[in-house]
């Protein structure tokens, strides 16, 4: 399976445009809402695809601690750098979508919160590497350290529910930023377009991977 | 089994009884701490009655940049002393290193934070001697401790030393800070165990947690030292 | 099946970045030898030094001391060797007495006043035992740190450069005292060292370390001038 060949490019390239189109011809739009309700199809896809690329560098950090096989740590990286791309997105996403709606760019709500902490975990994930002196040590480091950051989510989340039951009035509005009033359509593009940033950042994921490796092999 | 704690004993109470005669470590955090509070009361400008909502912030973001410099300051005393390697050529687990350096930096912090704790009672007229705050310092501080130890022995090794460790660290604490701030503020307000009990069992847990983790992961970080 | 070498490594690879720095060694040090390795700067010397004390790991083989895996019997093949390095590895606002104390702490019981006097006899430290570390010149801390590795009655001696900066005292101390005393108790030594005559006072095996292995050896007394030679030869030769 050479994920070199443009089949697979030309593939992941087809279900994120069938993606865009969904969203942009066929979406209904939200009565409340409005267009910007859109946005949650960028927003909420790339929340899940940063949770599950920070899941990856769990497995790859435990990996790599056990087998020692630097390909692991190849792995790991690849996950972080995409993961802190797509964490990012989703922010910026969630923002442009809050402005509007809620009346204020950022508010404390425990899935924000725990995405922020994630985005600056991520960020610590390949700075304790990039700045480590050489390869193999920066590659334990970042596993040991991705280690903890992963045990840390639940923590983050769990605190952040609590301190925000204890101070309601600073929630501006609902907890849930996904609506309950999700139409079996919207509900289907939601769930393609999860699909389609799955499919593309596990491309994006392979890609970088050999990338790495055939950068190691040129030293 | 019994030696276990022993030794964890003897690094530690080394380590003590080595500062409290050049008492460096300790003058240099709590000069720090002190400096903090002054600009923080500067910084934020409320009236006296509003003092019971800034309090509890202030406390713990101070203690945790306290933190933070004694740890960059202690690491790499130890590492340029070739303390640390003395220590890890010992026939002993590197858990047993670990647990002894956490209980080094509790120590070392405890003692700094008995010194500030009164004064932020005076300069915010609110008297934070109480048990559950007591409660809520040890725990949160001994979080901040196996956190720091594992992230600063990393961080000591690399380029950027100090300035990387409070990135890496604050994520990290941010449960361990959060949790500290409201019991601090919930036992200001006068409110009951039972509204903010469950902060300190949460902290209870993340040490429980990590100290178990990350004593088992520092031997990965002590290869190759 | 009893194995009688003391040390034993095979095949170990150890790179630091990109540098590979020992590249499929191999060697065998049988029990009560003494083994001098001689190599120029950045040969490596102290990486396999620090391999043997378990502080480094290889990256790829095997090294066992006394029968032990340095990765899998790690704590307990501390508990039997001894490591004199570059740093003095104590603490320096303490005596010597103090530190040793410390560190005995962690062995398994052993007379510690009687073998204190005796090695701070041997290595003409008595009149300093009780003074700060770091008010101690560079060879006597150097003494000190022998005391360190020795006061634990230590199967393995390993020594990283002790003559290193040392002045002349130190030295005499080391080649009319100390190692004639480590001769007579039968540990396998293993030192690292420029100093040629050094070398040949203690050793009973030579080595040369070059591109990462052991390029040259010999057991047999009448070859060490002749080793040596060549090693000085490479050492010219190596800007």
Same mark, same amino acid.
């Given at each position: 399976?050479?994920?070199?060949?443009?089949?697979?490019?030309?593939?992941?390239?087809?279900?994120?445009?069938?993606?865009?189109?969904?969203?942009?011809?066929?979406?209904?739009?939200?009565?409340?809402?409005?267009?910007? =309700?859109?946005?949650?199809?960028?927003?909420?896809?790339?929340?899940?695809?940063?949770?599950?690329?920070?899941?990856?560098?769990?497995?790859?950090?435990?990996?790599?601690?056990?087998?020692?096989?630097?390909?692991?740590?190849?792995?790991?990286?690849?996950?972080?750098?995409?993961?802190?791309?797509?964490?990012?997105?989703?922010?910026?996403?969630?923002?442009?979508?809050?402005?509007?709606?809620?009346?204020?760019?950022?508010?404390?709500?425990?899935?924000?919160?725990?995405?922020?902490?994630?985005?600056?975990?991520?960020?610590?994930?390949?700075?304790?590497?990039?700045?480590?002196?050489?390869?193999? =040590?920066?590659?334990?480091?970042?596993?040991?350290?991705?280690?903890?950051?992963?045990?840390?989510?639940?923590?983050?989340?769990?605190?952040?529910?609590?301190?925000?039951?204890?101070?309601?009035?600073?929630?501006?509005?609902?907890?849930?930023?996904?609506?309950?009033?999700?139409?079996?359509?919207?509900?289907?593009?939601?769930?393609?377009?999860?699909?389609?940033?799955?499919?593309?950042?596990?491309?994006?994921?392979?890609?970088?991977?050999?990338?790495?490796?055939?950068?190691?092999?040129?030293? | *089994?019994?030696?276990?704690?022993?030794?964890?004993?003897?690094?530690?109470?080394?380590?003590?009884?080595?500062?409290?005669?050049?008492?460096?470590?300790?003058?240099?955090?709590?000069?720090?701490?002190?400096?903090?509070?002054?600009?923080?009361?500067?910084?934020?400008?409320?009236?006296?009655?509003?003092?019971?909502?800034?309090?509890?912030?202030?406390?713990?973001?101070?203690?945790?940049?306290?933190?933070?410099?004694?740890?960059?300051?202690?690491?790499?005393?130890?590492?340029?002393?070739?303390?640390?390697?003395?220590?890890?050529?010992?026939?002993?687990?590197?858990?047993?290193?670990?647990?002894?350096?956490?209980?080094?930096?509790?120590?070392? *912090?405890?003692?700094?934070?008995?010194?500030?704790?009164?004064?932020?009672?005076?300069?915010?007229?609110?008297?934070? !001697?109480?048990?559950?705050?007591?409660?809520?310092?040890?725990?949160?501080?001994?979080?901040?401790?196996?956190?720091?130890?594992? !992230?600063?022995? *990393?961080?000591?090794?690399?380029?950027?030393?100090?300035?990387?460790?409070?990135?890496?660290?604050?994520?990290?604490?941010?449960?361990?800070?959060?949790?500290?701030?409201?019991?601090?503020?919930?036992?200001?307000?006068?409110?009951?165990?039972?509204?903010?009990?469950?902060?300190?069992?949460?902290?209870?847990?993340?040490?429980?947690?990590?100290?178990?983790?990350?004593?088992?992961?520092?031997?990965?970080? *002590?290869?190759?030292? | 099946?009893?194995?009688?070498?003391?040390?034993?490594?095979?095949?170990?690879?150890?790179?630091?970045?990109?540098?590979?720095?020992?590249?499929?060694?191999? +060697?065998?040090?049988?029990?009560?030898?003494?083994?001098?390795? @001689?190599?120029?700067?950045?040969?490596?010397?102290?990486?396999?030094?620090?391999?043997?004390?378990?502080?480094?790991?290889?990256?790829?083989?095997?090294?066992?001391?006394?029968?032990?895996?340095?990765?899998?019997?790690?704590?307990?093949?501390?508990?039997?060797?001894?490591?004199?390095?570059?740093?003095?590895?104590? %603490?320096?606002?303490?005596?010597? %007495?103090?530190?040793?104390?410390?560190?005995?702490?962690?062995?398994?019981?052993?007379?510690?006043?009687?073998?204190?006097? %005796? @090695?701070?006899?041997?290595?003409? @430290?008595?009149?300093?035992?009780?003074?700060?570390?770091?008010?101690?010149?560079?060879?006597?801390?150097?003494?000190?740190?022998?005391?360190?590795?020795?006061?634990?009655?230590?199967?393995?001696?390993? +020594?990283?450069?002790?003559?290193?900066?040392?002045?002349?005292?130190?030295?005499?101390?080391?080649?009319?005292?100390?190692?004639?005393?480590?001769?007579?108790?039968?540990?396998?030594?293993? +030192?690292?060292?420029?100093?040629?005559?050094?070398?040949?006072?203690?050793?009973?095996?030579?080595?040369?370390?070059?591109?990462?292995?052991?390029?040259?050896?010999?057991?047999?007394?009448?070859?060490? @001038?002749?080793?040596?030679?060549? %090693?000085?030869?490479?050492?010219?030769?190596?800007?």
């Amino acid at each position: 399976m050479n994920i070199n060949s443009k089949y697979y490019l030309f593939l992941t390239g087809i279900i994120i445009l069938f993606d865009i189109a969904l969203i942009t011809l066929f979406a209904p739009t939200e009565i409340i809402m409005g267009d910007v =309700q859109k946005i949650l199809y960028i927003h909420v896809p790339n929340a899940w695809v940063g949770f599950l690329f920070f899941f990856f560098v769990f497995i790859a950090s435990v990996m790599y601690l056990i087998t020692k096989d630097i390909r692991w740590d190849y792995f790991g990286q690849s996950a972080g750098e995409i993961g802190v791309v797509t964490t990012t997105i989703m922010v910026i996403s969630g923002a442009i979508w809050a402005k509007p709606v809620w009346g204020v760019w950022w508010t404390w709500d425990p899935k924000l919160t725990t995405s922020l902490i994630m985005w600056l975990m991520y960020i610590g994930y390949l700075m304790l590497r990039a700045y480590s002196s050489n390869q193999r =040590q920066g590659a334990t480091y970042a596993s040991v350290l991705g280690v903890i950051s992963f045990i840390n989510v639940p923590i983050v989340y769990m605190a952040s529910v609590w301190w925000r039951t204890v101070h309601p009035e600073m929630i501006i509005g609902p907890l849930k930023e996904s609506d309950a009033g999700l139409t079996v359509s919207m509900g289907f593009i939601l769930i393609y377009s999860t699909f389609a940033f799955t499919v593309l950042g596990i491309f994006l994921l392979v890609r970088r991977f050999q990338i790495q490796q055939l950068e190691q092999l040129s030293r | *089994m019994k030696n276990y704690f022993l030794y964890i004993w003897y690094i530690s109470a080394k380590d003590i009884q080595v500062e409290l005669k050049k008492k460096e470590l300790l003058t240099l955090t709590t000069i720090f701490a002190i400096t903090c509070v002054v600009i923080f009361n500067i910084a934020i400008d409320v009236s006296a009655q509003a003092y019971i909502r800034v309090l509890p912030g202030i406390l713990w973001v101070t203690i945790f940049f306290t933190a933070v410099l004694g740890l960059n300051r202690f690491l790499s005393v130890e590492r340029d002393s070739g303390n640390f390697e003395s220590l890890l050529l010992l026939p002993i687990s590197r858990d047993i290193l670990f647990l002894g350096k956490v209980t080094t930096l509790f120590f070392f *912090m405890t003692i700094v934070e008995i010194l500030i704790f009164p004064l932020f009672s005076v300069v915010f007229n609110l008297n934070i !001697i109480n048990i559950s705050i007591i409660l809520i310092s040890i725990l949160a501080t001994f979080g901040i401790s196996v956190l720091g130890i594992i !992230i600063g022995s *990393m961080t000591s090794n690399t380029d950027v030393r100090e300035t990387l460790l409070p990135i890496l660290l604050f994520p990290l604490i941010f449960p361990i800070l959060l949790a500290a701030i409201e019991v601090t503020g919930a036992v200001l307000r006068g409110e009951e165990w039972a509204v903010y009990g469950k902060w300190v069992q949460l902290l209870a847990i993340i040490d429980i947690i990590f100290s178990i983790v990350c004593s088992f992961l520092f031997t990965h970080v *002590m290869k190759d030292y | 099946m009893i194995s009688k070498s003391a040390i034993e490594i095979s095949n170990v690879n150890k790179s630091f970045g990109s540098k590979k720095i020992l590249n499929d060694l191999l +060697m065998t040090i049988k029990s009560s030898e003494r083994y001098v390795l @001689l190599g120029s700067n950045g040969s490596g010397k102290t990486t396999l030094a620090k391999l043997l004390t378990t502080l480094h790991v290889p990256d790829k083989g095997k090294i066992l001391l006394n029968g032990n895996d340095s990765i899998k019997d790690a704590e307990h093949i501390r508990s039997f060797i001894g490591y004199v390095g570059h740093n003095s590895l104590l %603490y320096g606002d303490l005596s010597a %007495y103090d530190n040793l104390r410390f560190f005995s702490n962690f062995y398994p019981k052993f007379d510690f006043e009687k073998q204190f006097d %005796y @090695l701070s006899h041997l290595l003409n @430290l008595s009149h300093l035992i009780n003074q700060k570390v770091n008010k101690l010149s560079h060879g006597e801390r150097k003494r000190v740190s022998i005391m360190k590795a020795m006061i634990t009655n230590p199967s393995i001696l390993i +020594m990283d450069e002790p003559d290193a900066g040392l002045d002349s005292n130190s030295l005499d101390n080391l080649r009319n005292s100390f190692f004639p005393d480590l001769v007579s108790r039968n540990i396998t030594v293993f +030192m690292t060292t420029h100093n040629t005559e050094l070398a040949i006072s203690i050793a009973s095996v030579i080595g040369i370390l070059h591109q990462g292995q052991i390029g040259f050896e010999t057991r047999v007394a009448n070859q060490f @001038l002749e080793i040596i030679k060549k %090693y000085k030869s490479m050492d010219t030769n190596q800007s």
